[in-house]
C-alpha cells in the first residue's frame, strides 16, 4: 500500500505560528527577565499585531475570495475564518492593552498570563479555520483550558477560585457532549470531515436518528460555548469572578469563535437538516435574548449586568444565524466585530474605574464619576449607548444588520422580539449612564484613591474601541463589503 | 462655487457641531464664555438658515436644496436632504427658537453649563436633521440621536423626580421608534420585491403601491412611534413628567419642536405611503384626537402646577394637530401645520414665561402667586398677550390655527367638529383661570411683594416670539403661501392613491364577474 504524504501549504498557517511562537517566546522571556513585566505585554502586543497583519494579507490580500484548503482537508482558509480570525485578534490585541496597568496594579505574574492569553486565541483560530470536527474539537479544548487557567488567575481573590472552578467543571462536562455528537456523527457518517458529513447526509437519509442525536448534543456543546439559553448558568458567576480584563477577552474572542464553528459546522455540514433545527434555534434565540435582558434588569454588579447583557447579544446573533440568507452570514460577522469593539471598550473603562481589587463596581459605586472623570465617562456611556443599539454606532449598524436579515427572511416576529428586546436592555444600560451623571455619590467607595493615575495603554484601547464604534457606525462602508465578501454560502 | 451649489442644509444642520467642538476645548471655570459661544453658534445657525426661506420656491412641490449621495452602498442608503414648503416651516422654527431658548438659560442653569450647552447644541442637530433627512435610515439616525442629549438635559438639570422623567422618555420613544424600524425595514423589503431596486428614499416610497392589508400593519407600527412623540392620547404619559422634570429651556424645545417631529411623521410619511390606511384610520384617530383635546383641556384645568398646566394644555394642542391633519382636506392640513408652528411659538413662550417665574420664586404652584401684577407690570401684558395667543384669540396666531382646523374638520365630521370646538372653550377657561389667580387680585404672599419686573435678557427673548406671535396673527399668508403648493401635493397624493386602488378593485371585480 502506497501511503500518500499531503502537501502541505504552511502559508496558510503563518498567523497561528507567529501567536504560537509568541506565546512560547512569553513564556521563557519571563524566565529570564523577571523583572520587566510590562514587556511581556508589549511582546504579547507586537505578536498579535503581527499575526494580524498575516491574517489581512497573507496568503492573499483580504478581499479577493480565495481558498486555501490544506492538511488534507482540516484546515480551510477562507475569508470566512480570515474575518473571524480578524476578531479575535483584535479582541486579543484590546485585552492585553487593558491588562498592563491592570497585571502591574494587582501584582500578578505576566509571563504565564499573556502566554495563556495567546494560547487561547490559538485556539480560537483553529476553530475558526478548521473543517474537520477534530481540529474544531482541539480548538475548543484549547481555548477553554487557556480560559479556565486565566478565570481562575486572581489567585488570592475567593470569587476568582470559585469561578475557575465552577468554569471548568461546567465546561469540561459541555465538551464532553460535544464530543459525544462527534462521535454520533461519525458513526454514522463514518467522516469527521465536514464537507463529507455534509455529502454523506445529502446522498442518505436525512431522518437518521443518530445524526439526529448526534446534532443536538453538538448544539448543546456549542449552546454552552455561546453562552445560549438555556446553557447560559455558568456566565454570570464567571464573569463576575474573572478579572476584567479577562472577562472582556471572554466576553468577545471565545463567544466569536463558538459561533464560527458552529455556524460552520451547521451551514456546511448539516444544511439539509435545516427545517429541524431552525425551529430549535428559533426558540433559544429568543429565550437567550429575553432571559438575558431580563435578568440583566436588575442587576447591581456590572460585571455581572454585562455578563447577562452579553448572552443577550449573542440572542442577537443568533437571530442572523436563524434569518440565514445573504445577509444572515455577513451579519454575524458584522455584529461580532461590533460587539467586540464595544463590549471591550466598556471593560477597559471598568477596569480602569474599578482599581486596585476592582473594589468600584456596582451601579452604586458609579454615582458621580461622571463629572469626575469626564473622558472615560463619555466613551462608557458611547460604548453603552452601542451596546444599546443606538445609532450612529456600530451596535446600532450591528443590529440594524441582523433584524434587516430577519425580516428578508421572513421571521418577523423574531425581529419584532428582537427589537423589544432591545427597548429592555436601554434600561439597564441608561442605569448606569444615571448613576454616572444623574446621581450624587452617598458614600465614598471604600479605598478607592481620589484621583486614578493615567493609564497610556488601557487609554489607547478606549480610543480603538471608541474609533471602531464610531467608524462602524457613521461609515462602515468598507466593512460591509468584507462581511459580505466573507458569506460563507453564497460565495 | 455660487450660492446654490452650497450644501445649506447640511451647513445648517451640522453648524452647532462646530459650536461643540469650540465649546469642548474651553474651560469649565469660563461659563459666561460658553454660553456666548454655544448663543453665537444658535444665532449664526438661524442667520444661515435664512437663505431657506428667502430662496424657498414656493410654486413648486418638489423637494428644494436637495442633497443626493451615495452613503451605505451595499444597503441602498444614502445622504439625501432635502426640504418642501412643510418642512422649511419646521427648520425655522428650530433654528429661531433654539437660540431663545439657549437665552433662557443665562442664570437658570448655572452648573455644569459646559456639558449643558453641548447637549442643547447636539439636540438641534437631530432635530434639524430629522426635518431635512429624505432617506428613511438617515431619517431614522437623526431620530433617535436626538434622544441622548434630551435625556441627559432632563436626567442632569432636572427637577426632583427627572431620573424617573428622562428614563420614560427614553424607553417611551424608544419603544414606538423600534417598531418604526421594523416596518421601514419591511417597506424596504417589499420595494425590492416591486422594483428589484434597494433603497431607502423615502420620496421613491410616496410613489410605491402597497396592498391594503399591509398598509393597515405598516401604518399601525409608523403611527404608534409617531403617537408617542405627538404625543396623542392615550400615549401621552411620559409628557407631562418630561416636562414638568425638564429645566425650561429643554421644556421649550421639547414642547416647540421635539413633538412636532411626531405630527411632521405623520405628513411626511403616514399620509402619503400608506393613503388607503390613512383612509381607514381617520375614525380611529378622529376619536383620539378628541379624547385629546377635551381630556387634555379639563386635566389642565385641575393643575395646581403652571408647569404642569401648559403640558398637559400642550396634549389638548397636539390633539387639533391631529385632528386637522386627519381631515384631509387643504383647510385642515394647512391649519394643521401652521398650528404646529404656533404651538411652537406660543407653548414655547408659556413655558420660558413659568421658567421666569420659577427663578424668581423657585415655585411653580398657582397658589404661592397671586397679585404678581402690581410687581411685574411689564411681564404681565406680555403673559396675557401669549395666553390670548393659546387660547386663539383672533389677530393672534392661534386663531387662525383653529379656525383652519375647525373648517377643515368641519367639512370632514361635524359631530367631531363641534366636540373640538367645546376644547376651545375649555381652552380659555383653564388659561384665563390660571393668569387670573397668578396675576390679579390683592399681593398674598409676602415674598412676591419685591419681584423685579423683566430684565433686558428676558425681553429679547420673548419679544422675538411676540413678533411672530402677532406677524402670523395678521397676515398668515406669508406662512401659508410657503406651504400652500406642498400641502395640496400631499392631498393629491392620498386621494390619487384611493382612485387607483378603488379601479384595481373594480378591475379584480369585473374580472370575476
Known amino acids: ?491 | 462655487m455660487n450660492l446654490a451649489q452650497l450644501p445649506i442644509l447640511s451647513i445648517v444642520t451640522y453648524l452647532p457641531l462646530a459650536g461643540i467642538a469650540l465649546i469642548c476645548c474651553m474651560s469649565n471655570k469660563r461659563p459666561d464664555l460658553i454660553r456666548w459661544t454655544a448663543f453665537l453658534t444658535t444665532v449664526v445657525t438661524f442667520i444661515v438658515s435664512l437663505p431657506l426661506y428667502f430662496n424657498h420656491d414656493a410654486s413648486t412641490w418638489q423637494m428644494q436644496f436637495v442633497e443626493n449621495v451615495p452613503w451605505l452602498q451595499s444597503f441602498g442608503v444614502s445622504y439625501h436632504m432635502g426640504i418642501d414648503g412643510i418642512s422649511l416651516l419646521l427648520v425655522m422654527l428650530t433654528t429661531f427658537l433654539s437660540p431663545l431658548a439657549l437665552l433662557s438659560t443665562w442664570s437658570a442653569v448655572t452648573e455644569r453649563v459646559k456639558e449643558y450647552m453641548i447637549c442643547l447644541l447636539f439636540l438641534q442637530v437631530g432635530m434639524l436633521g430629522v426635518f431635512c433627512a429624505l432617506d428613511f435610515f438617515l431619517f431614522y439616525v437623526f431620530w433617535e440621536v436626538m434622544l441622548i442629549p434630551m435625556y441627559f438635559i432632563i436626567g442632569i438639570w432636572g427637577g426632583p423626580r427627572r431620573i424617573y422623567a428622562a428614563i420614560k422618555f427614553f424607553i417611551y420613544t424608544m419603544s414606538g421608534s423600534v417598531l418604526m424600524l421594523i416596518a421601514i425595514l419591511s417597506l424596504y423589503f417589499m420595494m425590492y420585491k416591486a422594483t428589484g431596486e434597494y433603497t431607502f428614499d423615502i420620496l421613491k416610497y410616496h410613489q410605491l403601491h402597497i396592498p391594503a392589508a399591509t398598509q393597515f400593519w405598516l401604518f399601525l407600527a409608523f403611527f404608534l412611534a409617531f403617537a408617542i412623540k405627538v404625543p396623542m392620547f392615550p400615549f401621552h404619559t411620559w409628557l407631562p413628567d418630561a416636562h414638568v422634570e425638564a429645566p425650561t429651556a429643554g421644556s421649550v424645545i421639547l414642547a416647540g419642536v421635539l413633538l412636532k417631529m411626531g405630527t411632521y411623521g405623520f405628513l411626511r410619511f403616514n399620509l402619503p405611503i400608506f393613503p388607503l390606511a390613512t383612509q381607514q384610520f381617520v375614525p380611529f384617530i378622529f376619536w383620539l384626537s378628541v379624547i385629546g383635546i377635551v381630556y387634555g383641556a379639563l386635566v389642565s384645568l385641575a393643575q395646581d402646577d403652571i408647569k404642569k398646566l401648559v403640558a398637559y394644555s400642550s396634549v389638548s394642542h397636539l390633539g387639533y394637530c391631529m385632528l386637522g391633519m386627519f381631515a384631509l382636506n387643504v383647510e385642515g392640513i394647512e391649519g394643521s401645520t401652521i398650528q404646529m408652528i404656533n404651538h411652537g411659538l406660543s407653548t414655547g413662550a408659556l413655558f420660558l414665561i413659568v421658567g421666569m417665574l420659577y427663578e424668581r420664586r423657585h415655585t411653580r404652584l398657582i397658589s404661592e402667586y397671586g397679585g404678581v401684577m402690581k410687581v411685574m407690570p411689564l411681564f404681565a401684558t406680555l403673559f396675557l398677550m401669549v395666553c390670548f395667543s393659546s387660547i386663539g384669540v383672533p389677530g393672534l396666531n392661534g386663531f387662525v390655527g383653529e379656525l383652519l382646523i375647525l373648517i377643515g374638520a368641519f367639512k370632514a365630521s361635524v359631530p367631531f367638529a363641534s366636540v373640538a370646538m367645546l376644547g376651545l372653550l375649555l381652552g380659555s377657561v383653564y388659561l384665563l383661570w390660571m393668569y387670573k389667580r397668578v396675576m390679579y387680585g390683592p399681593i398674598t404672599n409676602e415674598k412676591n411683594k419685591q419681584l423685579p419686573d423683566m430684565s433686558f435678557r428676558e425681553l429679547a427673548y420673548l419679544v422675538p416670539i411676540l413678533v411672530f406671535i402677532v406677524w402670523i396673527g395678521v397676515a398668515p399668508k406669508t406662512f401659508l403661501n410657503k406651504m400652500h403648493t406642498s400641502v395640496t401635493h400631499l392631498i393629491e397624493q392620498v386621494n390619487a392613491e384611493k382612485t387607483i386602488a378603488k379601479t384595481m378593485d373594480y378591475g379584480t371585480e369585473h374580472t370575476h364577474n
Not at chain 1, 437518521?208 to 438555556?230: S, T
Not at chain 1, 458552529?262 to 437538516?273: T, Y
Not at chain 1, 468600584?360 to 473622558?375: C, E, H, S, W
Request: charged share 10%; proline share 4%; with cysteine.
Open chain 1, 1 to 491: 500500500m502506497e501511503l500518500s504524504i499531503p502537501t502541505i501549504n504552511f502559508s496558510a498557517l503563518y498567523p497561528e505560528i507567529v501567536i504560537c511562537a509568541f506565546a512560547l517566546l512569553i513564556l521563557m522571556w519571563q524566565v529570564f527577565a523577571k523583572q520587566s513585566q510590562n514587556v511581556l505585554g508589549y511582546i504579547g502586543f507586537i505578536g498579535v499585531v503581527t499575526a494580524l497583519i498575516m491574517v489581512v494579507y497573507m496568503p492573499s490580500s483580504f478581499g479577493s475570495r480565495s481558498v486555501v484548503d490544506t492538511f488534507n482537508g482540516l484546515w480551510v482558509v477562507d475569508n470566512y475564518s480570515r474575518f473571524f480570525k480578524l476578531i479575535f485578534l483584535i479582541g486579543t490585541g484590546l485585552t492585553i492593552l487593558i491588562s498592563i496597568k491592570y497585571i502591574k496594579q494587582e501584582v500578578m505574574p505576566a509571563g504565564e498570563y499573556y502566554a495563556m492569553l495567546l494560547m487561547a486565541t490559538l485556539g480560537m483560530m483553529i476553530m475558526a479555520s478548521s473543517a474537520d470536527l477534530m481540529p474544531i474539537f482541539l480548538g475548543i479544548e484549547l481555548m477553554s483550558i487557556s480560559l479556565y487557567v486565566l478565570t481562575g488567575y486572581a489567585r488570592t481573590r475567593m470569587i476568582s477560585n470559585e469561578a475557575a472552578l465552577k468554569y471548568f467543571l461546567l465546561g469540561s462536562f459541555a465538551t464532553g457532549f460535544l464530543l459525544y455528537g462527534i462521535a454520533l456523527l461519525y458513526g454514522a457518517s463514518g467522516t469527521t470531515n465536514i464537507a463529507g458529513i455534509f455529502s454523506y447526509i445529502r446522498t442518505s437519509n436525512i431522518n437518521n436518528h443518530i445524526i439526529m442525536i448526534g446534532m443536538a448534543l453538538l448544539l448543546i456543546g456549542f449552546g454552552f460555548k455561546l453562552a445560549a439559553v438555556p446553557f447560559h448558568m455558568w456566565t454570570p458567576d464567571v464573569y463576575e469572578g474573572a478579572p476584567a480584563p479577562i472577562t472582556a477577552f471572554m466576553s468577545a474572542g471565545p463567544k466569536a469563535a463558538a459561533f464560527a464553528a458552529f455556524v460552520r459546522v451547521f451551514l456546511e455540514a448539516l444544511p439539509a437538516m435545516h427545517n429541524h433545527w431552525v425551529p430549535v434555534i428559533w426558540w433559544i434565540a429568543v429565550l437567550t435574548m429575553s432571559v438575558g435582558n431580563v435578568i440583566a434588569l436588575v442587576q447591581d454588579n456590572i460585571k455581572r449586568m454585562l455578563a447577562y447583557s452579553s448572552i443577550a447579544h449573542a440572542g442577537y446573533v443568533l437571530v442572523g444565524f436563524v434569518a440565514g440568507g445573504k445577509l444572515g452570514t455577513p451579519g454575524i460577522l458584522f455584529y461580532m466585530l461590533a460587539y467586540t469593539l464595544m463590549n471591550i471598550g466598556a471593560f477597559a473603562i471598568i477596569t480602569y474605574l474599578g482599581d486596585v481589587g476592582e473594589k468600584r463596581i456596582t451601579v452604586k459605586d458609579y454615582a458621580g464619576l461622571g463629572f469626575q472623570y469626564p473622558i472615560a465617562s463619555v466613551a462608557l456611556s458611547l460604548f453603552l449607548f452601542s451596546l444599546a443599539g443606538i445609532p450612529p454606532t456600530a451596535g446600532f449598524m450591528g443590529k440594524f444588520y441582523i433584524f434587516s436579515a430577519a425580516i428578508e427572511a421572513g421571521y418577523l416576529g423574531l425581529a419584532i422580539i428582537g427589537v423589544l428586546n432591545s427597548v429592555v436592555s436601554v434600561y439597564f444600560y441608561l442605569k448606569i449612564t444615571v448613576a454616572m451623571y444623574m446621581k450624587t455619590p452617598e458614600t465614598q467607595v471604600e479605598g478607592a484613591k481620589p484621583a486614578l493615575a493615567f493609564a497610556p495603554m488601557l487609554a489607547l484601547a478606549v480610543l480603538i474601541s471608541a474609533y471602531g464604534v464610531v467608524r462602524l457606525g457613521i461609515f462602515p462602508t468598507v466593512y460591509l463589503n468584507l462581511v459580505q465578501n466573507s458569506n460563507l454560502i453564497w460565495p
